[in-house]
Every structure is written in structure tokens, then in C-alpha cells.
């Protein structure tokens, strides 16, 4: 990516980077990945470290790997047609993400000119193991699992999953739920995407305990595409425009006026610019305002020149490439452009090329991103954490489409996208990143240290709040020196499961070993060591829990952290002790924090955090409270 | 083949290893399994999908629906999940 590396302060100069980047490897279940790609260079690597247990499966065409690309498998239980059987990605969105997550830097990269400059991931030096599982058909729970089996035999450090299933399932019902867990079993931390259900509640997937989920947010980069109409009124419009329509105007008219009277279609359906619903005989050589929808494909197969698509302003938050010239505006911006055509018998415009303007308001969770509680443990906060994830270019495939469409036969080497797939292999390029600064540190270790180091987020940008953003927005630097973590060992989810109800049977066979739910009643989540705290509570129940904690000390040997409360009013949040002191490095402190906020009803989400400070190491930990 | 005979991809997901490590006959074993639960006649190894073995338990195989209840009643087996399709995000 060209700009949101720097814009969470994981700059291309910065001094703090270790020669062990280079052991790390990023395992990534995708679309594939296109092995020519300048990210993939591997010039000037070693050979790759000798834990790598994985294989390049060419499948009989001309893929191949190198000391950046060190391995690439592919599954296929469905046997999809679509495409030839090897890990080439013939969809984009596996290079997207792999280049996104550890890709080389490469310069003078862009979108037809477009998010300009050298594209890079957070670790160039780490290795990527593309194991792929999409296909054009979509990818399947089998073939999922099977990469993960292979991906931790193969020996990944981090393993990166850009997809989820649109319904919530229990943790051992749940491919990725299941492949991470194991995982993690083997100090293998899984970064997941929160999905794009936003801004529903309980929209959140991949929500298991034991893997990072990630929200998306934007950049402070905005792309913005006007139209200036005939009259000289300016409307600010929101896409990837790289169509120059030059200094002359075209002519304009609204989808309502081109009416397709004999499929028996009216002013308002028309209006939607809905295929079929138009005469497009009127379309032709126009610009067309329409109503927010899918008329794009309208109007392009209709020949119109362009299009201006009016949406609700919250949805305004992200911007799409398209085929020709498209933009998006507001409704009330529709109402006057309108206004306009009908005043005028020669109503005229032009969309202009995107402008990159500079977004004083980011980061914000995006609309789309999906939202929490979590579905199947409510007092686990879920999503966990934040990145970039809305206009991100990153290297693509050029036999893909770069709009999605497939009459789109333009080829493209770096593609501008969104989604929590684009915010979840910024997390895993983070904790790349620290896994080379820490190579022995456990999943929950680092996944501690990237949550409790994010930035706060700004609750007046997101109504939804910490079931936006989680603990805040992902900061890598300072991920590097947590100063104290929230550890959990396989054992410590063994237990957490008991007390949501798994038996020692089932435990027992998951875990192989002989783990017992003996006096491990049924409970809430809250003895779990999680960096964030959860407290749900049935509608006119009463707020009141407490949770037991354990943080490590992985800062200066000597320290003392003092425990920093924020509290709204109705909520009583006590932390006992409320000071800790260390006097090495890897002790453990234990404490409790207490929890009373009286008797709730109809609460969506009250915010809360605490924080252990030691005068350098803000240690900091969300903690909601809301009714189910 | 009349309805519950046809014949789709399950994943039947048998949990960790043993501390003993990874079974060198783990896929003979899952083959085993199916031998035991597909009618006579029909081919183990060409129902057989995959074999997770190298990092968890389990197998993906082409099962009738008849074949997924005898999986799922089995003790050994912590559960049997359709191959169901994800969307990337």
C-alpha cells in the first residue's frame, strides 16, 4: 500500500526493524497470489529459514516461488471448473492482501495514477506462503481446513484469513474457528476480518477468542470525484474516477426520464436506473443521474457516458472504482442537480478525474465493516481491533477484472479496494512485525500487545463505539514495547470453553490431551485472560461482575503500573490492587476489576477502559457494558 | 439416486493428536473409518477428499446423508460440518 503503512506510523525508514524479519513467515488462505508481481520480488533474500516445511505446488503451469514467494499449495473439493488447478490468482484479492501484509516495496506504483507512490507491506523482509482457497465459485470449508492444516505443519508464524461465512456458527462448527484454534495450539496467531455486515449489530464474524478480529477504518486519504453541471455548480462526489472527461460538458438527464414505457416500467423505477427498466435509446451518449443502486451495468451496456448515482451521506464512506465515469453524491446534492435538468432545456456536465484529499477525520470504522456484540459469547468484545481497510491500493492480479466486472478487460498491476480483507492483513503485517521482534512470544501475547497499544478511537465518529473499533486503532510501533500482556496459554482456552459448555469428551478429543472441565461450572467469559472486558447483561438485569486478570511483565525488569480508570457515571469499575510492581521480566500480577452499574435497561453499549500506566507503557483495555 | 443418497462433501473433524504426536496412520485409519461406514462395493479412497493429518484430525469425504448420521454418532468424531462456501470480505 501507498499511504496507510505511514499513516499508522509504520514508516519505510524507521530505525526499528531486525534482521529476524526474514524468519518470519505470513501464511495467507486467499484467491491466490500472482508470483511475478514486483511484491514478491525476492531480490537480495536468503534462502528461506530452515523451520519452512512447505511446498510449491506449480500444478503443472508455469508458477513458480522464490526466496519471497517460499511456498504456495492450492485445494479444490469441489473441483470448480472456473479456473486451471494451481495457486495462481486469477480474482486479485490474495495479491491484494499478501502484498498488503508483507509485500516488497515497490516504486511509482498506482491506480492509473491514482494513490501514487511505493507500495509496500509492513514486513518486506518476511516470507509469504500462499495457500488458496477461493476460487470464482468461492471458498469452501474443506478446502479451508485443509490449509490450515498444511499452513501449520508447514511452519507459518502468522496465519492471515480474508473471508468468513456470513452466519454466526459454535467454535467447533466453524472451519476457521477449528483451523485457528489449532493453530494457536501451535503459537501460530490466526488475523482474521471481521466481515462487511455493518453497520448491523452482532454482524461480526470470526469471533473466536483465540484469533485476531479486525474491523476496517478508513485512511486519511479520500477520493473525490465532482461533477460540475453546466451552470458551474460544483457537487462533491465520492469514487475512483480515472476517466478524464476533459474541459468539455456532456449532455445530462435523470434515469426517471428515460422511461422504458413498453416493459411497462415508470418514473421511479427508471429512476433506480434498473437494467431493463429504461429506454436506452435516451441513454446514449448521456451522462445519467440515478438513485443509489446497481445501474452502473445499466448504463454501460446502454452506452451512457457516465453516471451520477446519488446514496444516503453514511454510506458516503468509501469509494468504488467502475467501468466509465461514475460518481457518487448525496441525496439532497441529487435533489438540486435535478432541480437543474428540469430548469434548463440543454442541461449539461462533466465528472472530473479523482482528486486525493486529505480526510482531517480518519481514522473511522467504516459503514460496511461488521458490527459486535459477539453472536456466540457475548462477554468476549469482538470485533477486537481496528486497521486500515477502506481505498487501499496494493498490488493486484492483472488477469483480474479491477472493478469486479467482467466486461471490465482492462489488466491493472496495483488495484484500489475495501473491505475488513484489506484491514485484516494490516493486522497481520503488524503482528508480523512484532513476531520478529519477539519470536517466542504466544499468539495471546501478541495479540495483547497490538490490542492494548492501539490508538482510542473517537466515539462521536462511531455511535456504535468499541463494537466498532474494539480496543481502538492498530499502532505496530508501539505494539513493539507493550510494557505488560495479557497471556493465555492453549489450557487457559480450555478452560473458557468449559465454562461455555463443552463437555471433557469433546474437550478431550480437541485438545488430544487429557484436559477436564472437573469444577469448571458453566459461567460467563470473564475468567478468560483477554486484553478487553465484556459485561452483558440480560434486558432490566443488573451490571455487576467481576474479572480476574493476569498481566506479564514484558518492559524494563523494575517497573510499577498504576491502574487509571474511566468510567461514565452510572458504572462503578473498581481494580484491586490498583498497583502492580515487577521486578523482572516475565512476572506475573494478578488482579480483579469489579464491575457495578445498577440495574440496565434497553443499554446499547457504555463505554469504559483501564489503563496500566508506568509512566511510559500505557497499558490500555476497553471494557463495555450492555444489555442482550 | 433418490433423495439423502446423493453423495456431498462433509468435513468430519476428529480434533487434536495425542500427545503421542502425529499418527503415521492417520490417513489408513480415516480410510478404515469409511471403509466401515460406505456400503460395500464403494470405494474408500475415491470418496475421500482429504485427509487432515498433519496438524489436527479428521478427513472430507463424499457422504450420503445416511453415511453423516453413522459419522456423527461416532465418539471419536467431535462433529461432521457440510462443506458449506465462505465469502471473502
Known sequence: TTRSWDFIGLTQNRTLRLPTESDVIVGVLDTGIWPESESFSDSGMSPPPSKWKGKCQTGGTNFTCNNKLIGARYYNSENDPSEIKSPRDVEGHGTHTSSTAAGRPVGDASYFGLAEGIARGAVPEARIAMYKVCWLSGCWSADILAAFDDAIADGVDIISVSLGSDFPSQYFEDPIAIGSYHAMKKGILTSNSAGNGGPFPISVSNYAPWSLTVAASSIDRKFVSNVVLGNGNTYIGISINNFNMGNSVYPLIYGGQAVNVSAGSTELISSYCIDGSMNTEKIEGNLVLCNYGDGDETIYNAKGLGMIMSVDDNLQDVAFSFMFPVTIITTDDAREILAYIKSTSNPVAVIKVSDEWSDPLAPTVVSFSSRGPNPITPDILKPDLTAPGVDIIASWSPMASPTGYEEDKRSVNFNIISGTSMSCPHVTGAAAYVKSFHPNWSPAAIKSALMTTAIPMDPRKNEDAEFAYGSGHINPVQAVDPGLVYDASAQDYITFLCAQGYNTTTLRQVTGDNSTCNGIGLGKAWNLNYPSFALSVPDGGYATGSFYRTVTNVGPPNSTYNAIVFSPANLTISVVPSTLTFSQVGEKKSFVVKVNGGRLFQQPIMSACITWFDGKHSVRSPLVVYTT | ?89
Open chain 2, 1 to 89: 439416486q433418490s433423495y439423502g443418497e446423493e453423495r456431498k462433501v462433509y468435513i468430519v473433524y476428529m480434533g487434536g493428536h495425542t500427545s503421542e504426536g502425529v499418527s503415521s496412520s492417520s490417513l489408513s485409519s480415516h480410510l478404515g473409518m469409511l471403509k466401515k461406514v460406505l456400503p460395500s462395493g464403494v470405494s474408500a479412497t475415491d470418496k475421500l477428499v482429504y485427509n487432515y493429518g498433519r496438524s489436527f484430525k479428521g478427513f472430507a469425504a463424499r457422504l450420503t446423508d445416511d453415511e453423516v448420521k453413522k459419522f456423527s454418532e461416532m465418539g471419536e468424531v467431535v462433529s461432521v460440518l457440510p462443506n458449506t462456501k465462505l465469502k471473502l470480505h
